[in-house]
């Protein structure tokens, strides 16, 4: 028993085809997972059947939904349809709701714009809805407005909105992308019950394999707008038939080779490193704080790869702010070499020993200058010749896997991953004991991921620099750091051997953190490492 | 497209005055001042293109020589907005949170609070009309919009990661707003440039028009609107030419700001 029914759907912008006869079927109460990269065209293919392509975008072929061709339809006829029996779920959720609207008016909406419910109505059904997704009425009344709420908490109102009028097609585009990993279970967990209590089938978006192999019942790998293999998702993961597929598959798993020759020299010492920020006041009342670091003390050594994880707001960016330098500490101390005092006020030629590899590729570089003004900024903790800064530039770029001619183009030629090469080049470039990466793979498609994590494995090999590995993905962790520091509310919960901390974890919450991170099941993976 | 062709439109109006006005550096039809009591009130003809008024000057000649001094007044008075403004709102944003950022806003806020074209009249009542004090009584205004449009870009800017990378490689606020800030904020600026341009002109011509602007003879498109009120019944082409002139070149300078934010926008370029 078919819901939906694609055949050969294609799109093209302006001319420019972007989808190239993509055909799937999906089945009430089954989940069907559409895994890719950026720009394979998996937003695309949701968007195709909403109609809700941009501006200029052609659709052809067909997609019956109870005999209504989706592509073809008036918009009238779309608008009826959207909400009631297609809902859609994206990945903003603090973009996605209507900040000056309470999340029961949002919720009720829906069912008013389609007729379903007068306003008294609406609001009772509102409130089921929104007790259905896991948010009670004694802690969450309707008249709450989205920025009281979590990230996660707003997730779940996009649920409630989108099946409130229990539609039969669930479109959710990357739902959990945004958010942690405890939450992102809590969230395909809700999900899953909805498919399988209301029969809906939930085509379900996602770059990660591993979510994919947790929760859908068939998936189809896209790439480069076609679909290149689908099937059951245990079977799909087990054969890997095309290309793609493997190397894909290959690249989600990707370990470095890495030598570890950690020495026992202590390169930066924290020791009771205190972080609070003023909160916003009422004139005329006491200073309160925020405490986003509480007293934590760790020591990196010389050619050691440490991370550090934690869920969005644990504190572990504003530590490696107050690491780098940035920010001053209200309590205990940053040491370089045990003996230099590491803050917004130390000299260049220290700092010039501390570097960093920041998360967005496009966001690092300032788009007005050429790539080896970029490459050669922390030149200025450093007496150096133009020549000299050059043929360094060059150097640094070389070793990134970029060319010496590269430097004198602009920063909008490159791609994410070149970008982010380019930042590890401008880390390089002062020859730092210490680089903090600061999530800086988890911007980057798997492929693309498994080249800079080989690409930085290679770099400490070379020159045994230290690294602090600050990410929430668990298993690039596992693939890159000798010791793990678990960080939970501004203090370092656990600490260990990255292995030890990952498979066997002492701490409550970092037991509950690596239970909720979705896994790939071992037996499907055999013979990875052949493919 | 659309943004493209109120560029074009506006760049064309703004772009016509610019070069009348720097023609009449070179050549009028007639000397603008020439009086030639004979030929007064002239219809718009062959001999006089736009006619002439009460005392036989041509308008034609006034209006190019006119859009001469309107230009200038705009051009140092927003020259004045940037040099004050574009330093204070970088530095504003530089020091976000202190009490820089505060008296500068403040100030701002206090210069906002007074009805600017009254201050204007105020300022030239008191130091005595001329072109000069009407330059600097509406470049003043322009000082805290452009601090406030500068530090609204900048302070975006400063949470960018480039702007992390440079104070790693230990640059100062004082050098990463010049180096940083400034050439990504310059779009904002240049925009709001043209608007402030097209609103000294009108400013410029509310002063000359109450007689506190450029002083006789030197033509200005307000006083000529203003001596031709009386006249409006007979001659009406001597408020209609000097009106046309004033509109379209604000209309033309409106109409190009908009395309430049269109164009120079990444966000709307995108969107397009």
């Known amino acids: 028993m078919t819901l939906l029914s694609v055949r050969d759907l294609s799109v093209a912008i302006h001319g420019t085809p972007i989808l190239h006869g993509v055909s799937f079927d999906l089945v009430p109460g089954e989940v069907f997972g559409l895994v890719g990269e950026s720009g394979s065209g998996k937003s695309m293919t949701a968007l195709a059947l909403m109609q809700l392509l941009p501006h200029g975008a052609q659709a052809g072929g067909r997609a019956l939904l109870n005999g209504d061709d989706l592509v073809a339809l008036s918009e009238r006829r779309m608008c009826g349809l959207r909400g009631r029996e297609i809902g859609m779920i994206f990945q903003e959720p603090m973009t996605a709701l209507n900040p000056v609207k309470t999340i029961g008016d949002q919720v009720a909406e829906t069912l008013v714009i389609h007729g379903a419910a007068s306003r008294g109505e609406a609001a009772r059904a509102a409130r089921a809805r929104l007790d259905r997704v896991g948010l009670l009425a004694d802690q969450f009344p309707l008249d709450r407005y989205p920025h009281e709420l979590s990230g996660g908490q707003r997730q779940r109102v996009c649920i409630a909105m989108a099946v409130a009028l229990r539609p039969k097609l669930l479109i959710a585009d990357e739902p959990t992308t945004a958010l942690d990993v405890t939450t992102q279970a809590q969230i395909l967990d809700l999900l899953k019950g909805l498919v399988e209590e209301d029969r809906m089938a939930l085509m379900l978006i996602t770059h990660d394999l591993a979510v994919v192999a947790g929760v859908a019942d068939h998936v189809a790998v896209m790439q480069a707008g076609r679909i290149v293999e689908a099937g059951v998702t245990e079977a799909v993961f087990r054969q890997r038939g095309h290309d793609y597929t493997r190397k894909l598959f290959a690249a989600s798993g990707h370990v470095p080779q890495r030598r570890a020759r950690v020495k026992d020299e202590p390169v930066l010492t924290v020791e009771g490193a205190r972080r609070r920020y003023p909160l916003p006041r009422p004139p005329f009342s006491a200073p309160r704080w925020f405490e986003a670091v509480r007293g934590a003390s760790f020591t990196l050594h010389a050619g050691e790869s440490l991370g550090l994880v934690g869920e969005s707001g644990c504190g572990k960016s504003t530590l490696a702010r107050a690491i780098l330098g940035l920010d001053p500490l209200q309590g205990g101390a940053i040491r370089l070499f045990g003996t230099h005092a590491v803050g917004p006020q130390m000299p260049n030629a220290l700092r010039a020993g501390l570097q960093a590899v920041f998360q967005d590729p496009y966001g690092s570089f300032n788009p007005r200058w050429t790539v080896a003004r970029l490459v050669a900024e922390p030149f200025h903790l450093m007496p150096t010749t133009p020549a000299d800064a050059r043929d360094r530039v060059g150097a640094a770029l070389t070793e990134v896997g970029l060319t010496p001619a590269d430097a004198s183009r602009y920063i909008h030629e490159f791609s994410g991953g070149q970008r982010q090469r380019i930042a590890i080049a401008r880390a390089l470039i002062t020859r730092p004991d210490v680089i903090v990466l600061d999530e800086a793979v988890s911007a980057l498609d798997v492929r693309v991921r498994a080249q800079i994590l080989d690409l930085l494995a290679d770099l400490q090999d070379r020159h045994g620099m230290s690294y602090l590995f600050i990410s929430h993905d668990l298993s690039v962790v596992r693939a890159i750091t000798d010791r793990v520091m678990v960080m939970r509310a501004g203090e370092i919960v656990e600490a260990g051997p990255t292995e030890r901390v990952l498979d066997a974890p002492e701490h409550p919450y970092t037991r509950e953190l690596v239970a909720a991170t979705p896994r790939i099941p071992p037996g499907w993976m055999e013979d990875t490492d052949a493919a | ?272």
């Open chain 2, 1 to 272: 497209m659309r943004g493209r062709a109120s560029l074009f439109i506006g760049g064309g109006l703004a772009g016509a005055f610019v070069i009348l006005a720097l023609l009449s550096f070179v050549w009028t039809p007639y000397p603008y001042a020439a009086m030639d009591i004979a030929a007064k009130f002239r219809p718009p003809g062959a001999l006089h293109w736009l006619g002439t008024d009460q005392f036989g000057r041509d308008v034609a000649a006034q209006l190019m020589v006119g859009a001469r001094t309107s230009i200038a007044v705009a051009i140092v008075a927003v020259g004045i907005g940037i040099a004050g403004g574009v330093p204070l709102g970088l530095w504003a944003a530089a020091s976000r949170g202190t009490w820089v950022d505060e008296v500068i806003q403040r100030g701002g806020d206090l210069v906002f609070a007074f009805p600017s074209l009254v201050i204007a009249i105020l300022i030239t009542a008191v130091f005595g009309p001329s072109a000069l004090n009407a330059i600097l009584a509406i470049g003043i205004f322009n000082i805290p919009v452009f601090a406030r449009v500068t530090r609204a870009g900048a302070l975006s800017l400063w949470t960018l990661d480039y702007i992390r990378a440079a104070r790693l490689a230990g640059k100062g606020r004082a050098r990463i707003s010049l180096e940083h800030i400034l050439p990504n904020v310059a779009n904002l600026l240049i925009v709001q440039g043209t608007i402030q341009f097209s609103l000294g002109i009108l400013a410029e011509a509310g002063l000359s028009y109450v007689g506190l602007g450029a002083q006789p003879p030197t033509p200005s498109w307000g006083r000529m609107l203003a001596d031709s009120q009386t006249l409006m019944g007979f001659a009406p082409g001597l408020a209609i030419f000097p009106g046309m002139a004033i509109v379209l070149t604000v209309l033309g300078l409106n109409l190009m700001g908009d395309g430049l934010r269109d164009l120079l926008d990444p966000r709307l370029r995108r969107r397009a």
